[in-house]
């Protein structure tokens, strides 16, 4: 084998490799685990996809909600009011 075909194939598997971390990482493919030769259950579910309890997701519902809430205050608001702020920003 020349370097060239050893930079090249070199190149590939670290590229390749990359690849399969992303893959793993963006949706949990686990496919560096599948390479390694490791047993892996796809379909159980990860230790961060059970971490909430019931009682966290419903207080992050609440607060996404009343951040909604605070949003829609300011969207709604009437133009005037706006531009008579920003005029006193500007004076």
Not at 26 to 38: D, P, T
Request: net charge positive; proline share 4%; charged share 25%.
């Amino acid at each position: 084998m020349t370097h060239t075909e050893i930079i090249l194939l070199v190149s590939a598997m670290l590229g390749m490799g990359l690849v399969c971390h992303y893959l793993d990482a963006k949706y949990n493919w686990q496919l560096s685990a599948w390479f390694y030769g490791k047993p892996v259950n796809p379909f159980k579910k990860t230790e961060a996809q059970n971490s909430r309890t019931p009682a966290q997701k419903d207080a992050e519902i609440a607060a996404l909600k009343e951040r909604i809430a605070v949003l829609e205050k300011i969207v709604t608001e009437p133009a005037y009011e706006l531009n008579q702020e920003l005029n006193k920003l500007c004076r």
